[in-house]
């Protein structure tokens, strides 16, 4: 890459520097590589690489990543010897760092925290937040995806002298942004930047001063469609007609469009028709034609989604009809509309319009932005704020979702998002431009609305004032609604959700900030006389009562930890779920802390509401949105004391009530909740009897042939025969030639000591035979761990890439790393057993360790096997068995993705083996299993497998 012009006011001569070490823990780990390199008017004048003996072996999974060994270190001199020359060689010169803190925490070590050796004394630079800053779109900010997305060469990743280059080359990239935004972007990001980097925002806008564009924003040219946005809508200018009648559509038509030479398989590389594909797309017609209900099971593979989008959007514009598309996960979500949306407008012969729309809480609020930049936050919040700057200007949407640079979903999101205050309507003054009211119009004028399952309730909850009318839906991920409408229907009341209510009141954290404090604010600049002096005293009084408040929750909630031992026979809990009812309340255990919560509450909400009676007399210019805000921060604080009641007394028989006690950051905390026992009987009232059409899909919708259990949990089944119809389309992938599956049948119970061994020892030997990619699904979080820590040196040794959930990065970029590295090995839980989708040689094979079984003792589980005893049936055959292999199902899915893909399942729980159960579980199979008698019938049978992958 040709480094681009270096403006001669920016620091004309850096370093850019990079480390390699043994590990992540500045106070544990040790250097092995230093790199750097001098910059000078944009051209790399002088190089520094040095290796560093730490005195200790080189952890096998950093020598996997570096190539770093033993060897290459053996002679080399100490970091003691070497720090020295670079101190010497950075000299006064600023350097450069991505995650500058990585960088500095070693060196400081390194020097034995001696300030007197001054590294960095030129200043320091960090290219990660400039990088948040400049280009917040970005799906991550990390160096691979940086240099990727502007094209710098990068040889060696993870050597320090390349990494140190590529930093450079990154550096002088952002300063070229910097230098093409306008001056009163760089304006508002000086008034949120610290240090070095609100130098150079501040340089940058001196350069700019008297450009024409003073909101002038970087255009990426083709890098654009790699930054990640939503649009409001597509083209929702087209009228819609509603018609008196419905009419249906040319379903042969339809179905000549998925011909092999038809235009969707001329869009589509490696297209194949799919038998099971058109019958779905054919019965989802049919069904949106005759006002009826449909339940599909589409097999992996099938092509669901353009399946349903196809004739969906043919019926909607035919129609004058709206149709709304709901998922429960956000990558189905964003598939649909950022890839499979504008691929049908590309593609079918009829033009229509599409809308994405998400709750309250994903958009900014412009007003409430653009008064909170001005006042009330400290250095550390201006600093978290600073990359919603560029986005603000960049985003069309305002979909928080698109900006990956601001990591901050707590307190400064709260004050700024929708959901933060009440809407002001036509009244506001950003109205015109307001996101959420932009999304809203588009989904009222789109023929397809995509939303996930919550947002979906949360309609239905209020009478369809988020969504509007409409009489067709389509549920993607269906196996999913039953959980999301339990927890949808249920109340919570946790220390976040107290601390985020009266924090958007009023907050006194070194600077005052909320909408009281604004308030305040507004009236110290008034004369002391009349209304306005007794407003202000109403005002302070309601800061000290919020003041109360707050004080108060710490209070009960560090009680409800405290006690929660009391649900427990007396045994202190670190993760789990306590049930307890109205025999067992926990208000008794609360006394008199939550008595006193409930006082301080009701002491905000009259306080709030006696202020905004006295706001109404003032003159005050924002007397009309101060009382709207007012108004429903009281709301709140009401309703919560209301749920907090109604937890505490537990009297509801309809509903199961526990507590959720989980360890975070080293802290325990507690939260009261509440779920109703059963959905299937409100389904009826909150969805079903509202619609005209609902279409309900899933991969895995069937148990023991049949939709029974579904429509049974779904409530679906106390609705007339003739409104619901029932299809399994099944998959085009031949499994029983693409698959094996075997399970060990001589392994012991996962409940015998050792087993996490004997587990680890299994995955070293699987992962060394094969040639392509290994992912073990676990049920809990703490075999996962244990597991990890036993396979990684082994398996890092035989030059495989070992990756573990939460052993760095996150789901996405684990997931996104082990497609890349083909003969990876992945180990994940919960969140990786659906929606997952590696196709080819990265995934060969697929290791599931336990049966997913549900957490007999989860509260929601206990409730639903209670009901079925007392009927008088078998709960673990009726309830517990259906669910597994429903799970058991999502987690097979994980394998075949294309019909070229050939892989193995091998299933290490012995019970499919020993229990009764477990022929039932694996008839539900798409492919008949070997029970493996010895670990050599195992290996044996995964042969050809492993054999199939070997060949080039």
Avoid at 341 to 355: I, K, Q, Y
Avoid at 426 to 436: F, S, T, V
Wanted: proline fraction near 5%; charge should be negative; hydrophobic fraction near 45%.
């Amino acid at each position: 890459m040709t480094a681009p012009a270096f403006p001669a006011d920016y620091p004309r001569r850096f370093v850019g520097i990079d480390l390699e070490t043994t590990g992540v823990d500045a106070t544990a780990d040790l250097i092995i590589e230093i790199g750097a390199v001098r910059v000078v008017d944009g051209e790399v004048v002088e190089r520094f690489e040095r290796l560093i003996d730490p005195g200790r072996p080189i952890p096998p999974d950093v020598t996997y990543l570096t190539g770093i060994t033993d060897a290459d270190v053996k002679g080399a001199p100490a970091v003691h010897d070497v720090l020295p020359d670079l101190i010497e060689f950075l000299g006064e010169d600023p350097f450069v760092a991505h995650q500058a803190s990585f960088e500095l925490d070693f060196l400081s070590a390194a020097a034995a925290n001696r300030p007197e050796l001054l590294v960095g004394r030129g200043g320091v630079i960090d290219t990660l937040a400039l990088a948040r800053a400049t280009l917040p779109r970005l799906t991550n900010h990390r160096l691979a995806t940086l240099v990727s997305f502007f094209g710098i060469v990068h040889e060696r990743a993870h050597r320090a002298y390349d990494d140190a280059l590529a930093v450079a080359l990154l550096y002088l990239a952002l300063v070229d942004i910097l230098d093409q935004l306008g001056s009163a972007v760089l304006g508002r990001m000086s008034a949120l930047a610290r240090g070095e980097t609100k130098k150079l925002i501040d340089t940058a806008r001196e350069r700019t001063e008297g450009r024409l564009d003073p909101f002038a924003i970087p255009h990426h040219g083709e890098k654009e469609e790699r930054l990640l946005r939503y649009d409001n809508a597509r083209r929702i200018d087209l009228p819609r007609f509603p018609l008196e009648e419905r009419v249906g559509i040319d379903l042969d038509r339809l179905e000549s469009l998925f011909d092999e030479d038809g235009p969707i398989a001329r869009g589509l590389t490696d297209y194949e028709e799919r038998r099971e594909q058109l019958s779905m797309m054919r019965a989802v017609g049919d069904a949106l034609a005759a006002g009826v209900h449909l339940v599909v099971e589409a097999g992996t593979g099938v092509g669901k989604s353009l399946a349903y989008l196809v004739p969906s959007i043919s019926f909607a514009v035919a129609n004058g009809e709206r149709v709304i598309v709901s998922t429960n996960t956000r990558n189905l979500q964003e598939q649909l509309f950022l890839k499979d949306v504008p691929f049908l407008e590309r593609t079918l012969d009829v033009e229509f319009s599409a809308a994405l729309l998400k709750g309250r809480s994903n958009y900014l609020c412009l007003e409430r932005w653009h008064r909170m930049i001005d006042k009330g936050l400290s250095p550390a919040e201006r600093a978290e704020l600073l990359p919603m700057v560029v986005w603000e200007q960049e985003t069309n949407s305002g979909d928080i979702g698109e900006n990956a640079a601001f990591r901050s979903r707590g307190y400064l999101w709260n004050r700024i998002s929708a959901e933060g205050g009440p809407c002001l309507g036509q009244r506001c003054p950003m109205n015109d431009r307001c996101y959420l009211m932009q999304a809203r119009r588009a989904a009222q004028a789109a023929h397809v609305v995509v939303v996930n399952h919550s947002l979906l309730f949360s309609d239905t909850e209020t009478e369809n004032r988020i969504l509007g009318d409409y009489s067709y839906v389509i549920c993607d991920e269906a196996h999913n609604i039953e959980q999301v409408a339990t927890e949808h229907l249920g109340k919570r009341a946790s220390v976040w959700r107290s601390r985020a209510m009266l924090d958007n009141l009023y907050r006194k954290d070194g600077v005052e900030s909320g909408d009281l404090a604004e308030l305040l604010d507004d009236l110290g600049k008034g004369d002391d006389a009349g209304i306005l002096s007794t407003t202000r005293v109403a005002a302070e009084r309601l800061a000290d009562g919020v003041g109360e408040a707050q004080t108060a929750t710490e209070a009960l909630f560090a009680a409800l930890k405290e006690r929660h031992v009391e649900l427990n026979q007396g045994r202190a809990v670190e993760f789990g779920k306590l049930r307890y009812g109205s025999e067992e309340p926990v208000g008794p255990i609360l006394a008199p802390e939550l008595p006193e919560f409930l006082r301080a509450l009701s002491v905000v909400a009259e306080g709030a509401e006696a202020l905004a009676n006295l706001v109404l007399d003032t003159d005050l210019s924002r007397s009309e949105s101060v009382v709207q805000n007012l108004t429903f921060h009281a709301g709140r604080a009401r309703e919560l004391a209301s749920d907090l009641q109604y937890l505490a007394e537990a009297a509801d028989d309809a509903s199961v009530f526990w507590l959720d006690v989980r360890t975070f950051r080293d802290n325990l905390e507690c939260e009261l909740r509440s779920a109703p026992v059963s959905v299937a009987e409100l389904m009826g009232d909150f969805l079903y009897s509202k619609v005209d059409s609902l279409i309900a899909t899933s991969a895995t919708l069937t148990v023991d042939e049949s939709f029974g259990f579904m429509m049974e949990r779904l409530g679906l089944d106390l609705l007339p025969d003739w409104r619901v119809i029932t299809l399994n389309v099944g998959s085009p992938y031949d499994y029983d030639r693409q698959a094996i599956a075997v399970v060990g049948g001589h392994l012991p119970p996962p409940s015998s000591p050792g087993f996490n061994q004997i587990v680890a020892n299994l995955v070293v030997t699987l992962a060394t035979r094969a040639t392509g990619g290994t992912l073990v699904l676990f049920t809990a979080r703490s075999a996962l761990d244990a597991v990890w820590k036993a396979v990684r040196d082994p398996l890092t040794a035989r030059d495989k890439l070992v990756m573990a959930q939460g052993h760095g990065g996150g789901a996405s970029a684990l997931l996104e790393q082990f497609a890349r590295e083909v003969d990876s090995v992945l180990l994940a839980t919960s969140s990786f057993w659906e929606g997952v989708d590696v196709p080819g040689r990265s995934l060969e094979q697929l290791v599931i360790v336990k049966l997913p079984f549900p957490v007999p003792v989860d509260p929601v589980v206990s409730a639903h096997c209670e009901r079925y005893e007392a009927d008088g049936e078998n709960s673990f055959s009726r309830y517990m068995i259906p669910r597994t292999a429903i799970r058991l199902r999502q987690g097979f899915g994980r394998l075949i993705r294309s019909t070229t893909d050939t892989g193995a399942v091998i299933f290490l729980d012995s019970r499919l083996k020993t229990r009764a159960y477990g022929q039932r579980l694996l008839a539900e199979l798409p492919t008949n299993a070997i029970i493996a008698e010895t670990e050599r019938e195992l290996l044996s049978a995964l042969g050809t497998i492993h054999a199939a992958h070997a060949t080039p």
